[in-house]
């Protein structure tokens, strides 16, 4: 697993990461994501959990307050290309057009 980016944690923001790999292991084996699957990660931080959820999907859209986690977060995209970063309040944000269609 990847190291995770280092990141002084913003009490503004309500920042709390994640970085148990067995409780993370145990999160995606939950979800158990399909390659097809739509899915939205509100808050990746330093991108633990985003990283094990792009091992299993084609796409990912993360939603990211941070705007100094989202210029982290940008090199991850060479590595997944699913990977489509928002930065926005999670709060604020539209999630209409991120909605798949069923008929396809």
Do not use: C, W
């Amino acid at each position: 697993m990847a190291k995770p980016l280092t990141h002084k944690t913003r009490k503004r923001f309500g920042q709390n990461f994640l970085s148990d790999d067995h409780i993370i292991a145990r999160i995606v084996d939950v979800i158990n994501p399909q390659a097809d699957d739509n899915m939205v990660e509100i808050g990746p931080g330093q991108a633990t959990l985003t990283r094990r959820l792009l091992e299993r999907l084609d796409a990912l859209d993360v939603i990211e307050v941070d705007r100094d986690l989202v210029a982290r977060l940008e090199p991850l995209r060479e590595q997944y290309p699913g990977l489509t970063i928002h930065s926005a309040d999670g709060l604020r944000f539209d999630f209409r057009p991120l909605q798949k269609s069923a008929d396809k």
